[in-house]
């Protein structure tokens, strides 16, 4: 058993960096080109006193610059579909529920197959003690990218041949795109108790990660992906030990077994072997305030979020994406 008080097997250097933070006033003049700016140069940027209206619309005006803006619409229009996050405002929607003292690991938001490029968050109201956004800069030259695996649906055809309705079924219902979602060799099969549709055979699998292309950075890089991150017991292991490193850690009356914590841990499926740390160059400690508006590379920034005590106050961020 992981217990708390045991001294971590990994100790975490992963340094924190404020000058890859670009803090601005909302009543500046050119914000919009000084964002857009600052993430083409890998930054992420704050920007405070913003009202929620002007928060919706400058989420649309960066993302138009990056020609984003019909993704944008498309990520807030699918919000509510699967029931776990509302609409709030244009853009904007609430973040994904948690348990009492539960911390968010560290992620970019999606999968390679949503390919996000963009996130935003706004804090409506931050009291508690804790609740800290912690991002993480993402090292594309570690190592370590070569042992991540990425968990996908995938199919095996066999000798069926599919119609064209048939084809865009498999993408509509299980983003399933062939023939590049053909299962092979190479992926390591979780399950294959996925109804089949049109007799298709489905699997869930862990396929190796490929960079996917920054349009913010215009180049190809690495993502700490949802579907990497969420699905591998290291990285769980990993994000609680940097935040007992870090000091950031609420823990509860009799609890001794940190999976209680980790909001992730039911959908963890196995372990990568990964040195936590040499994921990342550097990472950024916020406390984000009511009216703070944060803007970030969802490709090369990773967002996580600390506990707190429940009753210690009211936390209420919001996340826009595209």
């Given at each position: 058993m992981n217990t708390l008080f045991e001294s971590p097997e990994v100790v975490h250097n992963?340094?924190?960096?404020?000058?890859?933070?670009?803090?601005?006033?909302?009543?500046?003049?050119?914000?919009?080109?000084q964002i857009v700016l600052?993430?083409?140069?890998?930054?992420?940027?704050?920007?405070?006193?913003?009202?929620?209206?002007?928060?919706?619309?400058?989420?649309?005006?960066?993302?138009?610059?990056f020609g984003l803006d019909h993704?944008?619409?498309?990520?807030?229009?699918?919000?509510?579909?699967?029931?776990?996050?509302?609409?709030?405002?244009?853009?904007?929607?609430?973040?994904?529920?948690?348990?009492?003292?539960?911390?968010?690991?560290?992620?970019?938001e999606g999968?390679?197959?949503?390919?996000?490029?963009?996130a935003s968050f706004y804090a409506?109201?931050?009291?508690t003690d804790g609740g800290s956004s912690i991002l993480l800069n993402i090292n594309d030259a570690s190592p370590e990218w070569s042992i991540q695996r990425e968990l996908v649906k995938k199919c095996?055809?066999?000798?069926?041949?599919l119609s064209q309705y048939e084809t865009m079924k498999l993408k509509m219902m299980h983003g399933i795109e062939l023939p590049a979602d053909l299962l092979t060799d190479a992926d390591v099969i979780i399950s294959n108790d996925v109804s089949p549709v049109d007799g298709v055979s489905l699997f869930?699998?862990?396929?190796?990660?490929?960079?996917?292309?920054?349009?913010?950075?215009?180049?190809?890089?690495?993502?700490?992906?949802?579907t990497v991150a969420s699905y591998d017991f290291d990285s769980g292991t990993g994000y609680f030990d940097l935040l007992r490193n870090c000091d950031l850690l609420k823990i509860p009356?009799?609890?001794?077994?940190?999976?209680?914590?980790?909001?992730?841990?039911?959908?963890?499926?196995?372990?990568?072997?990964?040195?936590?740390?040499?994921?990342?160059?550097?990472k950024l400690t916020q406390q984000l305030m009511a009216g703070d508006l944060v803007f970030m590379n969802n490709l090369s920034w990773a967002h996580s979020t600390s506990n707190w005590n429940p009753g210690s106050g009211r936390r209420k961020v919001l996340a826009a994406f595209a």
């Open positions: 992963i340094p924190e960096d404020t000058a890859r933070l670009t803090v601005l006033d909302e009543n500046i003049t050119g914000i919009v080109a600052a993430l083409k140069n890998d930054q992420v940027v704050l920007v405070r006193g913003v009202t929620q209206k002007n928060a919706d619309d400058m989420m649309f005006n960066v993302a138009q610059n993704k944008l619409e498309v990520e807030a229009g699918f919000a509510s579909v699967k029931g776990h996050r509302e609409n709030v405002g244009k853009y904007f929607m609430t973040v994904n529920k948690r348990d009492d003292y539960h911390f968010i690991p560290a992620h970019c999968s390679s197959r949503m390919r996000m490029q963009l409506v109201e931050n009291t095996k055809l066999g000798n069926k041949k869930n699998v862990l396929e190796q990660l490929r960079k996917v292309h920054s349009v913010i950075l215009d180049r190809d890089c690495y993502a700490y992906w949802d009356d009799g609890v001794n077994d940190f999976t209680a914590l980790d909001n992730a841990y039911a959908r963890r499926v196995w372990k990568s072997g990964t040195h936590y740390p040499s994921l990342f160059k550097s």
